[in-house]
């Protein structure tokens, strides 16, 4: 497999957008099958979180695999030691028009990917990203795998309450909140969690998330490791969690929709009495890619 960084500009609410650097991994070999798949890392770390699944999956399953280095985040906060992250944070708004968007640029580059073959795994705030995903772009993923996953933006008593430092308003805290909207998500979802997690507690998250996919008849697994931390560990490190989970799926699933890049797909999420619209007809760093109105 070869490695690459790519450049490019991500959209902001007005003007210039943000630039966002991001680690590819290409087969050596491309056929008519092969796949893209989105790695999403977690809050204050950096794009190389997950480069062993990325180096796992690039050969083995036939994908170009990309990582974006989502604003506000690891390098993007701190360009030597690539840890941190700003205050006041954004917390996965922006960030997942980054992710969404490095999988917009890598398309730009391979047009001639399987389309049908596209597929996220984040973990953390970047499990929060790939479920926000789903949902911003209903008609690309053939599946998105999030483990030890945010759900929502925490709440007074929950860990990590303070760590954006700056307050939410009801419409942020709603397009933020994937249990809220699981109604839009198309895609099978892939959960796993620590019953030990002290920063992203697995019954507040994952466990809430899970019920509601069920009682909407929606397609998901979940695997809940008992003992294990936000790591999963001791019960299980996160390369060997996502073996135990994900052979047989990046093998046969895909996604018979038109893809909502390649549709120019209109979405509309209704967040506390405002609406997000999203067009992606627009170029990644169109200030019009989203806006904002009253419902």
Known sequence: ????????????????????????????????NTGLMMFCHGWGCNRSQHFDKMKYSCDEF??????????MSGYAFDPVKGGGW?????????????????LR?????YPFLNRKRIFAYGGSQGGHIVLLSSIFAPS??????????????????????????RDFS????????????????????????????????HFLHAVQLEKALKDLHKEVKAVYYEGGGHDLMPTINKLDAYKKMIPEVLKTSV???????????????????????IDWSKNLADKELFSWEKA
């Open 170 to 201: 009801e419409a942020e805290k709603s397009v933020r909140n994937v249990v809220e909207h699981a109604c839009l998500i198309q895609c099978p979802v892939y959960l796993e969690a620590g019953t030990n997690d002290g920063s992203v507690p």
């Open 62 to 71: 036939d994908l170009v695999c990309v990582a974006p280095e989502y604003r």
């Open 105 to 109: 640029k890598v398309l730009e580059i």
């Open 255 to 277: 996604n018979e929709k038109k893809d909502d890049f390649l549709a120019g797909s209109m979405i509309s999420i209704p967040c506390a009495g405002k609406r997000l619209t």
């Open 1 to 32: 497999m070869k490695e690459m960084d790519i450049n490019f500009l991500s959209v902001n609410r007005y003007g210039q957008g943000q630039n966002i650097t991001a680690t590819v991994y290409i087969p050596d070999v491309f056929t008519e």
């Open 86 to 102: 700003n205050q006041p944070y954004d917390l996965s708004f922006l960030q997942t028009f980054d992710c969404i968007n490095s």
């Open 140 to 165: 690309t993923f053939a599946f998105v795998y999030a483990s030890c996953p945010l759900t929502h933006i925490p709440e007074e008593g929950e860990t990590l309450y303070n760590f954006a430092e």
